[in-house]
């Protein structure tokens, strides 16, 4: 064999060497998959005037490699008033409903003004939004669900305690 025949024969083998490692590395360990822990909170900060003041926080953390970038986060608030009946959900009876419609917001972080926030990997961001709960509400549903910028989602829900006693019997 010739020098030139050696040299096309590690061509070859380097080209299906770097082929293996980019397979494994981006496909089976997905080190550029979206990994983002998005979690919510509500803190109450007392009653005025027949509403709670809610203090909504959004945790988002990149715990992958690559900067997340989202345009868009939606908030949605349900209730269960004080004194009613729990009820199943009748999408899915194993589910608690949660009828009052309390806040809907379609764009918490101002992506009309803002275009997008961004989160570098390793880096947690914090995002609050305020909003007033009726004072008759007793328990919410919360529901945060974020956009990237290709348009696909991810959410999560808690359900909090407002602070209003329950209606004796």
Not at 36 to 44: A, K, L, N, P
Not at 46 to 72: C, D, I, M, P, S
Not at 134 to 152: N, T
Request: net charge positive.
């Amino acid at each position: 064999m010739q020098p030139k025949d050696w040299i096309e024969i590690l061509k070859v083998v380097l080209t299906l060497g770097a082929a293996i490692w980019v397979y494994f590395r981006f496909a089976r360990e997905r080190t550029h998959a979206r990994r983002v822990e998005m979690t919510i909170d509500c803190t109450f900060h007392g009653l005025q005037e027949g509403k709670y003041l809610a203090e909504f926080t959004f945790q988002l953390k990149n715990k992958g490699l690559v900067v997340h970038r989202f345009r868009r986060l939606r908030l949605r608030v349900r209730g269960v008033a004080n004194g009613d009946v729990l009820q199943p959900w009748s999408e899915q009876p194993s589910r608690v409903a949660f009828p009052a419609r309390v806040i809907d917001e379609e764009d918490v972080l101002f992506s009309k003004r803002y275009a997008h926030i961004f989160v570098e990997p390793g880096v947690e961001q914090l995002i609050t939004f305020v909003g007033a709960i009726p004072e008759e509400i007793s328990f919410i549903l919360v529901r945060a669900e974020f956009e990237y910028a290709d348009g696909r989602t991810h959410s999560t829900e808690r359900v909090f305690a407002t602070g209003a006693q329950p209606s004796p019997p």
